[in-house]
């Protein structure tokens, strides 16, 4: 078998490239910065003896993604984690403009166009996997991190959308949403915030995403405390849970 993995270079995208050749499967490894790539590179091949492949790729570039594609749908591909993605924290009137349509092209538009592109692939062989990596945040509103809680919301919506429409035609494809809460990712200092509750580790949420997806199992959460407040979420009306958000992220601390 062999997979992509997006956002390989740092936090969960690497670790379950790890988690991957662990269990003996071969990954083609992409993200923007080429040194971390090639550092991952040494250490699977030493470590489990799989084949390994690096693509840099800034995903924020439309072309970028096709290019990226295209690159690889050679390989006949059988695993995507489509997992590449980052935040931007701040009040939406004075948070950056650019950098806000940059997380949307990466965390949105590259994240469509891969799931779109290797589904197709995916369902003419009859099977393959696929893991987008979302967030806990996508189940409700998020004040003062609004456009990352409303793109995770766009991977969960369209995962589970997808998934009903690979069950009614019996497909032998599978889609996951991965929807962690905090992971001690370098995403707190991408997104210039610090978390207000521990972190979870991530090399155990990424074995767990793995044999998780290959379960078949759609929602992925790290614990049970996740599960625990997706669940308060649905019953919940959106402007509790709107409130309630805003709290919590108002007394988040930034860099």
């Known amino acids: 078998m062999i997979a992509l993995v997006t956002g390989a270079s740092s936090g969960i995208g690497r670790d379950i490239a790890r988690s991957l ?37 800034d995903l ?6 096709f290019k990226l594609y295209n690159a690889v749908k050679k390989y006949n591909i059988d695993i995507l984690i489509n997992n590449a993605g980052f935040g931007v924290f701040g009040e939406f009137t004075e948070t950056s403009l650019e ?39 996508g189940f409700m509103p998020g004040p003062h991190f609004s456009s990352y ?22 497909s032998g494809v599978h889609v996951s949403a991965l929807c962690p809460g905090p992971v ?8 210039r915030v610090k978390f207000l509750t521990k972190p979870a580790n991530s090399a155990k949420l990424a074995e767990h995403a793995v044999r ?23 019953l919940s009306p959106d402007c509790l849970n709107a409130f309630a958000a805003g709290l919590f992220q108002s007394k988040r601390e930034r860099f």
């Open 21 to 57: 050749a662990k269990h003996g499967i071969n990954v083609i490894i992409t993200a923007r910065r080429r040194d971390r790539l090639a550092e991952l590179k040494e250490e699977l091949i030493e470590k489990y003896g799989v084949k390994v492949m690096c693509i840099g790729a």
């Open 60 to 65: 924020s570039k439309e072309e970028s993604v």
């Open 99 to 137: 950098r806000e349509l940059e997380m949307l092209n990466v965390n949105v538009k590259a994240f469509h166009i891969l799931f779109k592109l290797f589904l197709r692939d995916f369902k003419k062989r009859g099977c393959g996997y696929i893991l987008n990596t979302a967030s806990v945040a």
């Open 149 to 170: 809680y409303a793109s995770k919301a766009y991977i969960v919506r369209m995962t589970q959308a997808i998934a009903e429409e690979l069950r009614a035609e019996k």
């Open 184 to 191: 001690s990712t370098e995403f707190s200092e991408t997104a």
């Open 212 to 234: 998780s997806m290959f379960a078949g199992k759609l929602i992925i959460c790290d614990n049970p405390f996740t599960n625990l407040i997706i669940a308060l979420v649905k």
